[in-house]
T-cell receptor, first 116, second 115 residues
Framework: AQTVTQSQPEMSVQEAETVTLSCTYD???????LFWYKQPPSRQMILVIR??????QNATENRFSVNFQKAAKSFSLKISDSQLGDAAMYFC?????????????FGKGTHLIIQP | DTGVSQDPRHKITKRGQNVTFRCDPI?????LYWYRQTLGQGPEFLTY????????KSRLLSDRFSAERPKGSFSTLEIQRTEQGDSAMYLC?????????????FGQGTRLTVV
C-alpha cells in the first residue's frame, strides 16, 4: 500500500517569485514513480513532472523542478518565476512498479494562488 | 486524437436512480482507470482495465458500481441505486503499457450530483 501526504492545503506566491510545494510519501516497493499533477479550475488534470525512484538526479521541466529525497521519502515541487497560469490545485502522486494495476495514489492537494 | 473524453460532463440524478458514464481513452492506450474525486480531496482509485480485462477493483467500488470495457476501447461506469454519498467527480484516465512511459492522461471528468 502507498500513502501520499501533502501538508499544505493552500500556498500563495507573488507573480515571478519561487514557490515550493511539499509532499511526503510512504511505500513498501523498491521501484516506483512519483508525479506532480496540476488541476486547473474546471479543467482536466495534466502531468507537470515525473520522477523515477531509481534515478538519483532530480527531474526538471522548464520552470518546474523537484527535490527528491529518497531516504526521507520526500518529493517537493519547486516552481520558479511563477506565472498567473500556474494557479491551480497541485497533486502529488505515486505509482508502484507492479504493472500500474493499483493506479495512482494521490495526496489531498495544494491550492496554489498566484498574486499579481 | 484529442485526448481522453468523458460523457456527460455533468449529471444530476435523484437518489435511487441508475446512472452510466462513458469514457473514451486515447486510442492506442491499453490501460484505463476510473477514479473518484470528492471536494477537497485527491482522486481515489476505483478500478483498472488492461485492454478489456478488469484486473483490479478498489474496496471503494461497492456492488452498486460496475464497470465494463468491451473490446478494449471505450469504458462505461454504472452506478445503480445512487446515494447522496455518490456525489463526486468521476475521472477516467488512460495510459500505455510501456514502462518507460507511465504518464496517465486524464479526461475532464463527469460531475455527479445526487439529490
Amino acid at each position: 500500500a502507498q500513502t501520499v501526504t501533502q501538508s499544505q492545503p493552500e500556498m500563495s506566491v507573488q507573480e515571478a517569485e519561487t514557490v515550493t510545494l511539499s509532499c511526503t510519501y510512504d511505500t513498501s516497493e523498491s521501484d516506483y514513480y512519483l508525479f506532480w499533477y496540476k488541476q486547473p479550475p474546471s479543467r482536466q488534470m495534466i502531468l507537470v513532472i515525473r520522477q523515477e525512484a531509481y534515478k538519483q538526479q532530480n527531474a526538471t521541466e522548464n520552470r518546474f523542478s523537484v527535490n527528491f529525497q529518497k531516504a526521507a521519502k520526500s518529493f517537493s515541487l519547486k516552481i520558479s518565476d511563477s506565472q498567473l497560469g500556474d494557479a491551480a490545485m497541485y497533486f502529488c502522486a505515486s505509482l508502484g512498479s507492479g504493472g500500474g494495476a493499483d493506479g495512482l495514489t494521490f495526496g489531498k492537494g495544494t491550492h496554489l494562488i498566484i498574486q499579481p | 486524437d484529442t485526448g481522453v473524453s468523458q460523457d456527460p460532463r455533468h449529471k444530476i440524478t435523484k437518489r435511487g436512480q441508475n446512472v452510466t458514464f462513458r469514457c473514451d481513452p486515447i486510442s492506442e492506450h491499453n490501460r484505463l482507470y476510473w477514479y473518484r474525486q470528492t471536494l477537497g480531496q485527491g482522486p481515489e482509485f476505483l478500478t483498472y482495465f488492461q485492454n478489456e480485462a478488469q484486473l483490479e477493483k478498489s474496496r471503494l467500488l461497492s456492488d452498486r458500481f460496475s464497470a465494463e470495457r468491451p473490446k478494449g476501447s471505450f469504458s462505461t461506469l454504472e452506478i445503480q441505486r445512487t446515494e447522496q454519498g455518490d456525489s463526486a467527480m468521476y475521472l477516467c484516465a488512460s495510459s500505455s503499457e510501456d514502462r518507460l512511459n507511465t504518464e496517465a492522461f486524464f479526461g475532464q471528468g463527469t460531475r455527479l450530483t445526487v439529490v
